[in-house]
């Protein structure tokens, strides 16, 4: 009896082993002494039994399981790509140390960076320590109604954040007007001082 068990185990383990992913066929019959027998060929007054068997492709590994992620982890962010790096920032116009003597004169400020001015980052121009309204990350700004006196620009590159990337220099330019005295007769223009004319006796 326990031949028989060996045998049947040894015929289905020899089965799967040989199997791919696959449903096979197997025959069963009892000779003329009892003896229990297996083969994959049908004979005389054999019967079937169905065997499926899963396994991996010939000569291949097992296919690993997909990793799932631990419950109540976070699932992996994509690495955030780099901020532009700036490596210049300057104000151009005016020059440093410019007089303007118009009352009414306007000043053209004008800007440039290296690299250009990312969609992400922010552009600002500093007057006198006040912030000056205009264009986002505009190149071109006209200051006007300026008072007497000296003044001084700078600008700056910000992150979303407000974080300071980069700054210029200061720019340092003077507001002044023209004198309204009239000047001073000199040289041949000055008259010497009227002298009495004395009476005759």
């Known amino acids: 009896m326990k031949t028989r068990i060996l045998v049947l185990a040894s015929c289905l383990l020899a089965f799967a082993s040989q199997a791919q992913e696959s449903k096979k066929e197997l025959w069963?019959?009892?000779?003329?002494?009892g003896v229990v027998h297996f083969s994959d060929t049908p004979g005389p007054g054999a019967k079937r039994v169905d065997l499926v068997v899963t396994g991996p492709p010939s000569g291949g590994a097992p296919a690993a399981a997909?990793?799932?992620?631990?419950?109540?982890?976070?699932?992996a962010r994509p690495a955030a790509a780099p901020g532009v790096i700036y490596t210049s920032l300057e104000i151009w116009q005016p020059e440093n140390g410019a007089s303007?003597?118009?009352?009414?004169?306007?000043?053209?400020?004008?800007?440039?960076s290296e690299p250009e001015v990312s969609a992400d980052d922010s552009l600002l121009l500093f007057l006198d320590g006040r912030l000056v309204e205009g264009a986002v990350?505009?190149?071109?700004?006209?200051?006007s109604a300026l008072d007497r006196g000296a003044h001084s620009i700078t600008a700056q590159i910000v992150d979303a954040k407000g974080k300071e990337k980069i700054r210029s220099a200061p720019v340092v330019f003077h507001m002044k007007q023209n004198t309204i005295i009239a000047p001073r007769a000199v040289g041949p223009n000055l008259r010497p001082p009227n002298r009495p004319t004395p009476r005759g006796g």
Do not use: I, K, M
Request: net charge neutral; no cysteine.
């Open 137 to 143: 990350n505009s190149l071109d700004y006209t200051l």
């Open 100 to 112: 303007f003597f118009e009352a009414d004169a306007t000043v053209s400020v004008r800007l440039r």
């Open 28 to 33: 069963t019959w009892r000779d003329a002494n």
């Open 66 to 75: 997909p990793s799932t992620p631990r419950q109540g982890s976070a699932p």
